[in-house]
C-alpha cells in the first residue's frame, strides 16, 4: 500500500510540473516543442487544492452588505496574463469586499500572494470586472479594473510587477459598471474600450415593496399613466402585448477610444451609434449590462459588438460599419433573445467558417426548479420576444441567426453566468463551458410571496432575503457533438461541483499546451483546474504591433486537407474577466498543417507546415500586405431596388388580449401577419398585388403600370367590403377567361368554428361573377397553396391549419378541396392524411420528385419539411 502512495503522489506531482519552453527561432515566428501527447490522459479538469496552490482567495458578501445591495451578488471577475514576462501566466482576482488579490505563477500550479507589493490591493473599491491588456506598448499587461460603486480604473505596469493609477484615465466615475471588452474599432492601430454598466443599487433596496406598489408610483388621472416624482428616476411605462408595464431602467453602457498613453475618451453616442434604421442615437439605451464583446460577426474583418442585457432590456448587436460607426441590427435578424442575458461566448459551432454566439441566462436544468421559480419572459418589449432560457445563435452569413436553443440541447444551464467556448477533447469542436450559483434564489415563488404578504404589513424588507433558498448549482460543460447538438459532460470532465462561481478565466498555467480554469466563486475559495486532457494540439499567440502587442482582433485559422479551425483573439469579453491570448488547435494527425494569421490592419501571415505538440509565435514583422481582389460591379445594376414607399400600405392589427384566455402562448397568435399574392388578374401579362388585412379592415389590390408605376386597384365586393374575420392567406390562377382569388379567414380571435375558413372569389373582367365560401372547422386557416393534386387539368386547394385555438400547440386539421368544374369539394380520399397533421405554417405544391405528379411540401411549427 505504501508503495501504491507513493506511486500515486508522484503521478500527481509530474502531471503538475511545468513545462520549460526551448525556442526554435524562425523567420517571422519561433515555435517550442509541447509535452507529447499520450493515450493515458483523460478529458477533462482535475481540481487543483489551495493547500498545494497556495491560492486562497475568497470573494466574501456579508449578508448585511447583500441586503443594502442586491446588485453585489453579481459577483467579480478574474484576469490571466503574464504580467512579468517570466513565461508564466499569473492571476488577478477581483473582490467585492476586502482587497482585490495579485497571484504570481511559480510553477507546478503554486503561486505567491504579491498584492501587497502590487499597487493592486484596492481594499474597499468594491471591484467587479478585471481586463489585462497592454496600453502603452512595452509588452507588459496593464490593467482595467470596474467597480459598482467606486469607479473604474487604469493601472499601467512598469515591467516589474508592480502598478501605477493612472488619475486621469477618462473614464467615468462609473453606475454599477461590470463587464469590458477591448478592440480597435477605429482601426487607428489603439484597443478601444466599451463598458458596460448594470446600476450601482436597484430601487428594490432604497424602498420598500409597500412603497413600490404601482399605486404609489404612477399617476392615473390622466389619459395616459405617468410616473410620478421620485421614480421617474428608476422607472419607464413600456408598452407589452398584454398592456403596459413598470420597468426598473438601468445605465448606459459606454464607449471610449484609445488615445495610446494608457488613457480615454469617451466617444461621442451621435457619431458612433446607429438605430436599426440607420438613425444617429443621442445616447446609448438604459439597460442592464452584464456583458459584452467584440467579435468579427460578418466576417469583414471589422470588430462587431454584442451586449448582454439582464431583465427586460433585450440584448443589442451592433454592426461595425467602419470608421467607427455601430448600427444596430435589423429587427428582423434576430427574432427573440433570451430575458436575462448574463454571459456571450463565441464559436463556429459546425465548421461553416461562420461566427455562431451562444447566451446564457437563467432556466433550470431541473423540470422541479422550473415548477416553483417565477421569471418574467415570453413578453414582447418594444417589438422583440424575450425568452426565460438560454440563446444559440446559428449564423446564417447573411447578418441573420438562427434561433437553435432547444435544437442543439443547450436552452438551460441554470443561473449562469460567465461561459467560453474551449475544446476541451480536442476533437476539433469547441465545447461549451458555463459558472453557475446565486446566493439567494430570488425566483422561488415561495419564499416571493411570503416575503411580499410580510412587507405589505410591516412596511419594510429589513433581514428577509436572507429567507430565500441558497441556489449553489453546479457548473457546467456542454461537449459540441460536431452535428450542432451538445452533451452534458459536466461528471465526467470533473467541472460540477455545486457553487456559487462567476467569473471565469482561461490560461495555460503550466506550459503544456493545454488551457486550464480559473474561477472567482463567492463564499468559497477560487478554483484552479488543470486540464487532464493529453491529445495531440498546435497552441498559437501571437506578436503584433506596438499598440496592439497580442493581436487582439486577429484570425487564426489552422487547416489540414478539408477540416479547417479558426479562431479570433479577442480581449475581455467573457463575464467580468479576461483571459490569456492564447489559442489552441486540435491536431490528431501527424502530417503538417498550414498555419494563417489575418491580421487586424489585413496583412497576412502564413506558414505552410506546422506540426502537433508545439507552439508558435507569430510575428507581425514579417506579415504580408494582401492586395484584396477587387468586386466587379454588375453591367446591369442592381437587381431590384425598394419601392415599397409606393404601395402607401399599412397593415393594422387589432388589439387582441391573447393572454387572457391562454396565459402560456409563447407568443401572440392574432398577429401573424397578413398574405399577399401575386396574380395576373386580367391575363396581360402583369400581375397584380393583393394583400389581406384584419377584421374590419378592406383587402388591398394593386396593378402595376407598363412604365412600373403601382397604383391602387378597386374591385367591387372585394376591396370595398371590409372583412368580418382577420384573412390569411392569398392565392389565385387564371382559368380559361376567368380568374380565381381565394382568401383565407381565421376564426382565432371569434372563437367560432362556424365561420369560413376561406372565400373563393370567381372574377371575369376584374369583376366579380361569383362567390363560394369554404365551411370552416376549429382549426382556424393559416396557409393556402394551389395547384392540379389529381391530374384532372383544374386547380385544387390546401387549406393548411394552423392552429387550435384554445388548444395550442394541439396539432392543427388541414383539408384538400378538389376543384369540380369551379366547385370545391372535400377531398374525402385523402381527408385522414391532413388531420390533425399539425401547425403548418407554409405550404408549396408542385412535382418535387419529377414523376409528373403534383406534391406537397409543408413546413411544420414544432416540426419540420
Known amino acids: 500500500m505504501r508503495f501504491v502512495a507513493l506511486f500515486i503522489l508522484t503521478l500527481l506531482v509530474g502531471c503538475n510540473r511545468t513545462s520549460e519552453l526551448v525556442w526554435v527561432e524562425e523567420e517571422g515566428y519561433r515555435w517550442a516543442s509541447l509535452p507529447k501527447a499520450s493515450t493515458w490522459g483523460t478529458d477533462g479538469f482535475r481540481h487543483i487544492p489551495s493547500t498545494h496552490s497556495g491560492v486562497e482567495f475568497n470573494n466574501m458578501v456579508g449578508q448585511e452588505e447583500a441586503l443594502d445591495n442586491r446588485n453585489l451578488l453579481n459577483g467579480s471577475g478574474v484576469a490571466i496574463a503574464d504580467i512579468d514576462q517570466d513565461g508564466l501566466q499569473d492571476i488577478y482576482f477581483a473582490s467585492l469586499q476586502g482587497s482585490n488579490r495579485l497571484y504570481k505563477n511559480i510553477g507546478d500550479f503554486q503561486f505567491v500572494d504579491i498584492t501587497q507589493n502590487s499597487g493592486l490591493m484596492l481594499e474597499g473599491y468594491q471591484s467587479t470586472g478585471l481586463i489585462f491588456e497592454d496600453l502603452t506598448g512595452n509588452s507588459f499587461p496593464d490593467v482595467i479594473i470596474t467597480s459598482l460603486t467606486q469607479g473604474n480604473h487604469v493601472f499601467l505596469n512598469d515591467g516589474t510587477g508592480y502598478f501605477t493609477k493612472v488619475e486621469n484615465s477618462g473614464l467615468d466615475n462609473g453606475d454599477g459598471s461590470m463587464s469590458m471588452s477591448l478592440a480597435d474599432v477605429d482601426q487607428d492601430g489603439l484597443l478601444d474600450l466599451y463598458l458596460v454598466n448594470y446600476n450601482e443599487v436597484s430601487v428594490r433596496d432604497l424602498y420598500t415593496a409597500k412603497e413600490l406598489d404601482p399605486s404609489m408610483i404612477l399617476d392615473q388621472d390622466n389619459e395616459e399613466p405617468t410616473i410620478k416624482s421620485p421614480f421617474d428616476e428608476y422607472y419607464v411605462i413600456i408598452n407589452t402585448d398584454d398592456g403596459i408595464s413598470l420597468n426598473e431602467i438601468g445605465t448606459s453602457d459606454h464607449l471610449y477610444l484609445n488615445k495610446g498613453n494608457g488613457t480615454f475618451q469617451k466617444a461621442e453616442t451621435s457619431s458612433h451609434f446607429l438605430d436599426e434604421h440607420g438613425d444617429p442615437l443621442n445616447e446609448l439605451p438604459k439597460d442592464w449590462g452584464l456583458s459584452a464583446s467584440f467579435r468579427d460577426i460578418t466576417g469583414n474583418g471589422l470588430p462587431d459588438l454584442y451586449v448582454a442585457n439582464d431583465f427586460w432590456t433585450p440584448d443589442r448587436i451592433w454592426i461595425n460599419e467602419g470608421e467607427a460607426v455601430f448600427r444596430l441590427v435589423s429587427p428582423s435578424s434576430v427574432q427573440n433573445y433570451s430575458y436575462s442575458s448574463m454571459g456571450v461566448a463565441f464559436t463556429d459551432m459546425n465548421r461553416n467558417g461562420l461566427t455562431d454566439i451562444v447566451v446564457t441566462e437563467m432556466l433550470s436544468t431541473k423540470h422541479s426548479d422550473r415548477l416553483r421559480q417565477h421569471s418574467e419572459y415570453l413578453r414582447n418589449y418594444q417589438g422583440k420576444y424575450l425568452y426565460n432560457r438560454n440563446s444559440v445563435y446559428l449564423n446564417r452569413g447573411d447578418t441573420t441567426f438562427s434561433q437553435i436553443a432547444y435544437y442543439s440541447g443547450l436552452e438551460s444551464s441554470d443561473w449562469s453566468w460567465s461561459t467560453v467556448f474551449l475544446d476541451i477533447d480536442l476533437d476539433g469542436y469547441e465545447d461549451l463551458l458555463v459558472t453557475n450559483g446565486f446566493l439567494n434564489d430570488y425566483q422561488d415563488m415561495d419564499t416571493q410571496i411570503a416575503l411580499y404578504n410580510q412587507d405589505m404589513r410591516q412596511g419594510s424588507t429589513t433581514n428577509q432575503r436572507p429567507t430565500y433558498p441558497a441556489f449553489r448549482s453546479s457548473n457546467k460543460i456542454f461537449k459540441n457533438n460536431g ?383
Open 483 to 865: 452535428d450542432l447538438t451538445f452533451t452534458d459532460y459536466s461528471q465526467e470532465w470533473g467541472f460540477s461541483t455545486p457553487d456559487i462561481s462567476h467569473g471565469m478565466a482561461y490560461a495555460d498555467l503550466n506550459n503544456d499546451g493545454y488551457h486550464d480554469l480559473v474561477i472567482n466563486r463567492m463564499g468559497d475559495e477560487a478554483l484552479i483546474y488543470e486540464n487532464r486532457t493529453r491529445k495531440p494540439r498546435i497552441a498559437v499567440r501571437l506578436r503584433g504591433d506596438k499598440y496592439n502587442t497580442t493581436g487582439v482582433g486577429a484570425k487564426i485559422t489552422l487547416q489540414e486537407k478539408d477540416f479547417i479551425q479558426s479562431k479570433e483573439i479577442y480581449s475581455g469579453g467573457t463575464y467580468l474577466s479576461s483571459s490569456q491570448k492564447q489559442v489552441v488547435f486540435a491536431a490528431a494527425k501527424e502530417e503538417p498543417y498550414s498555419l494563417t494569421i489575418q491580421w487586424p490592419d489585413g496583412r497576412v501571415s502564413k506558414i505552410d507546415s506546422v506540426f502537433q505538440d508545439r507552439l508558435y509565435e507569430v510575428d507581425i514583422s514579417s506579415a504580408q500586405k494582401i492586395t484584396p481582389i477587387p468586386i466587379q460591379e454588375s453591367r446591369h445594376g442592381s437587381l431590384f431596388h425598394d419601392i415599397s414607399a409606393e404601395l402607401n400600405h399599412h397593415h393594422v392589427n387589432n388589439r387582441y388580449d391573447d393572454f387572457r384566455f391562454s396565459p402560456l402562448l409563447p407568443f401572440k397568435l392574432s398577429e401573424l401577419g397578413p398574405g399577399a399574392a401575386w396574380i395576373d388578374l386580367d391575363n396581360d401579362g402583369l400581375e397584380e398585388l393583393f394583400v389581406s388585412a384584419s377584421k374590419g379592415e378592406t383587402l388591398d389590390a394593386y396593378t402595376v403600370m407598363d412604365d412600373g408605376e403601382i397604383r391602387p386597384l378597386s374591385i367591387e365586393s372585394i376591396t370595398n367590403s371590409t372583412a368580418l374575420g382577420d384573412q390569411t392567406a392569398i392565392t389565385g390562377w387564371r382559368q380559361m377567361d376567368e380568374t380565381f382569388l381565394i382568401v383565407g379567414h381565421a376564426n382565432y380571435e371569434e372563437g367560432n368554428p362556424k365561420a369560413p375558413s376561406a372565400t373563393i372569389y370567381r372574377l371575369r373582367n376584374k369583376k366579380v361573377i361569383d362567390t363560394q365560401t369554404i365551411s370552416g372547422i376549429r382549426s382556424t386557416t393559416g396557409v393556402i397553396a394551389s395547384g392540379d393534386l389529381n391530374g384532372d387539368g383544374y386547380v385544387d386547394l390546401f387549406i393548411g391549419g394552423r392552429h387550435d385555438p384554445g388548444n395550442y400547440p394541439v396539432e392543427a386539421t388541414s383539408r384538400i378541396f378538389l376543384n369540380q368544374d369551379g366547385d370545391f369539394v372535400p377531398d374525402l380520399l385523402n381527408s385522414k392524411i391532413v388531420e390533425n397533421l399539425g401547425m403548418v405554417t407554409d405550404a408549396i405544391i408542385a412535382d418535387i420528385t419529377g414523376n409528373g405528379s403534383q406534391d406537397i411540401l409543408l413546413s411544420m411549427k414544432w416540426g419540420e419539411l
